[in-house]
C-alpha cells in the first residue's frame, strides 16, 4: 500500500505521548557517577617541590665549584714545581762550581793511593828477594861461626877478642826491611779504610779484613806471627803526616798517616805531643 509521506508524518503527529512513570528522573539523576576532582593532587603535578625545581641550578653551581677547586690545586702543583726547578738548576751549577775541584782531589788522591800500592809491590818484591839471600846466607854465617871459632882457639882472633858477625848483621837489616814492607802494606790498607769512611782511620787490625791480603801482614815478620803491630792512633782523621798511626815494638819502626813507614833506630821514638797524638821526636 502507498501512503504518502505527509500522510504517515500527520498520523505520528497524533500518535498519544507516553507518560513517563514517576521517580524516573531521579532514578536516572542518582545513577549518574561523576569523577571526582583532587584538588592537591593537581595542584602536585602543576606545582613542583623546591628542590625540584633548583636543582640543575644547584648542579651547575657544584660542577663550576669543583672546576675552580681542581684549577686551583693545578695552578698551586705548577708553582711547586717551577720552585723546583728554580732550586735544582740552582744546585746543579753550584754543583759544577764545585765538582771540577773536587774530582781533582780525587784524582790526586787516587794517584797516590796507586803510587802507595805499586811501592808497597816493590817492597813485597824485594822482602822476596832477601828471604832468598837470607835462605843463602844462613849457610854463609855457620860457616863464618865455624872460621870464628877455630880462629878464636887458634889464637888469632881480632883486637877485640871478638869476630864481627856480619852475616847477623846483614840479617837484621833483611829484617827491618821486611817489616817495612808489612807496614806499608798496612799503611795502604789503612789509607784505603780512610778514603770509604769520611778520612777516618780504622780503629783496630779487624777494621782492615777487606783490605789487606791476609791477617799476617799486620805482624812483625821476625816473630813468626807472635809480635803484632801496635796502632797509636786508633780513629783518628787522616791529614797530619806527622801523626805517627801504628808501630812496630821489635824493630821500633814506625807507619805515618802519610802512608810512609821510617826506622828510627836508636836515636829516635815515638812521643805524645800536646794535642795527645804520638809523633816522633829525639830519644834521651
Known amino acids: 500500500m502507498n501512503i504518502p509521506p505527509e500522510k504517515i508524518e500527520h498520523l505520528l503527529r497524533k500518535a498519544p505521548s507516553p507518560t513517563p512513570p514517576a521517580g524516573l528522573y531521579q532514578d536516572l539523576k542518582a545513577e549518574i557517577i561523576l569523577p571526582r576532582t583532587m584538588p592537591s593532587q593537581s595542584n602536585g603535578f602543576n606545582q613542583p617541590s623546591f628542590f625540584r625545581r633548583w636543582m640543575p641550578v644547584l648542579s651547575l653551581s657544584l660542577w663550576l665549584m669543583a672546576c675552580l677547586v681542581l684549577l686551583g690545586v693545578q695552578i698551586r702543583r705548577v708553582t711547586e714545581l717551577k720552585e723546583e726547578n728554580t732550586r735544582l738548576l740552582a744546585a746543579a751549577n753550584e754543583k759544577s762550581t764545585v765538582t ?11 794517584d797516590r793511593l796507586r803510587a802507595d800500592s805499586l811501592e808497597a809491590s816493590q817492597l813485597r818484591a824485594e822482602v ?4 832468598e839471600e837470607l835462605a843463602k846466607l844462613e849457610g854463609l854465617r855457620m860457616e863464618n861461626q865455624r872460621l870464628a871459632s877455630e880462629l878464636q882457639s887458634s889464637g888469632k882472633a ?11 848483621a846483614a840479617a837484621e837489616k833483611g829484617e827491618r826491611i821486611k817489616c817495612i814492607g808489612n807496614l806499608k802494606q ?12 769520611g778520612d777516618i ?13 791476609n791477617d799476617s801482614e799486620t805482624f812483625c815478620p821476625s816473630s813468626n806471627g807472635s809480635v803484632r803491630f801496635e796502632i797509636l792512633a786508633p780513629g783518628e782523621k787522616e791529614g797530619d803526616p806527622n801523626v805517627v798511626f801504628a808501630r ?31 809523633i816522633v821526636g829525639r830519644g834521651n
Open 100 to 110: 771540577p775541584q773536587v774530582a781533582v782531589s780525587g784524582d790526586a788522591e787516587l
Open 128 to 131: 822476596a828477594r832477601l828471604r
Open 158 to 168: 881480632g883486637i877485640s877478642g871478638q869476630p864481627q858477625d856480619f852475616i847477623a
Open 186 to 197: 798496612v799503611g795502604l790498607g789503612a789509607r784505603m779504610y780512610a778514603n770509604d769512611h
Open 201 to 213: 782511620m780504622p780503629k783496630d787490625f779487624a777494621s782492615l779484613r777487606n783490605e789487606l791480603p
Open 248 to 278: 812496630c815494638p821489635t824493630h821500633n819502626n814506625v807507619l805515618l798517616m802519610d802512608g810512609s813507614a821510617q826506622q828510627l833506630g836508636d836515636k829516635f821514638k815515638v812521643i805524645i805531643r800536646a794535642d795527645g797524638k804520638p
